[in-house]
């Protein structure tokens, strides 16, 4: 009976680690203020609007994937996808933070972009680059840095926008409540790690929301 409850929480765990891998939380929150929020992109017309969502997806999840698929595929610097030593993560984050720097200064640069994204997407790019330093010491859990900068995200945007709901905050508590419990829960990262990153990714989403990124 241990062996199928451990196999099912097991399953389970890693279930949400996929869902909510740190990859995809950009997308999520960039589509959240594309398709829900009723003013931050109402200036755009729908087809538009999935050209920008494409771009996040294409910047933050498919170059950075593929990048690290040919790593493997070519045995170059990674063994593994799932990048469980510390020094097969260094190359594949300074990928990764060159394509969310892209995509911030993309954003950035491109007419009527909302402050909520220009800021989020900063916020995004500094919680890799905290991660990145983190990993020199530790190996930090990506998915709490990803869920903390988004959590931070919908904290400071419930308090500071006309159009914010609580429930978008609890939704954003009760995500990262779960991913954190399921890296714990699946043995991934030790109780420290998946805290700091946690305590990262909002302070760099902080920093973004109120630094001169935008």
């Not at 097991?10 to 995809?24: D, E, M």
């Not at 926008?161 to 009760?174: K, T």
Request: aromatic share 20%.
């Amino acid at each position: 009976m241990n062996g199928v409850t451990t196999g099912v929480t097991r399953i389970t765990g890693n279930f949400f680690s996929y869902l909510f891998h740190p990859l995809f939380i950009s997308s999520y929150v960039t589509a959240f203020l594309l398709f829900v929020h009723p003013m931050a992109f109402s200036e755009f017309d729908h087809l538009t609007r999935v050209f920008r969502l494409i771009t996040i997806i294409s910047c933050n999840v498919f170059f950075p994937l593929f990048s690290v698929f040919l790593m493997w595929r070519l045995k170059l610097f990674v063994t593994s996808m799932y990048l469980r030593d510390q020094k097969e993560r260094i190359v594949p984050y300074i990928i990764a933070m060159i394509f969310y720097w892209w995509t911030w200064n993309l954003f950035k640069n491109l007419p009527d972009t909302p402050e909520l994204a220009i800021r989020f997407l900063a916020g995004s790019f500094l919680a890799l680059v905290g991660a990145f330093l983190c990993n020199i010491w530790f190996k930090i859990s990506i998915h709490t840095v990803a869920l903390g900068n988004a959590l931070m995200f919908f904290f400071l945007f419930t308090f500071t926008d006309d159009y914010a709901s609580g429930l978008y905050l609890s939704i954003a508590v009760g995500v990262t409540g779960i991913v954190a419990t399921s890296r714990l829960l699946v043995g991934n990262h030790s109780t420290f790690e998946v805290w700091a990153g946690l305590f990262v990714g909002m302070l760099a989403q902080l920093i973004g929301w109120y630094g001169p990124f935008s």
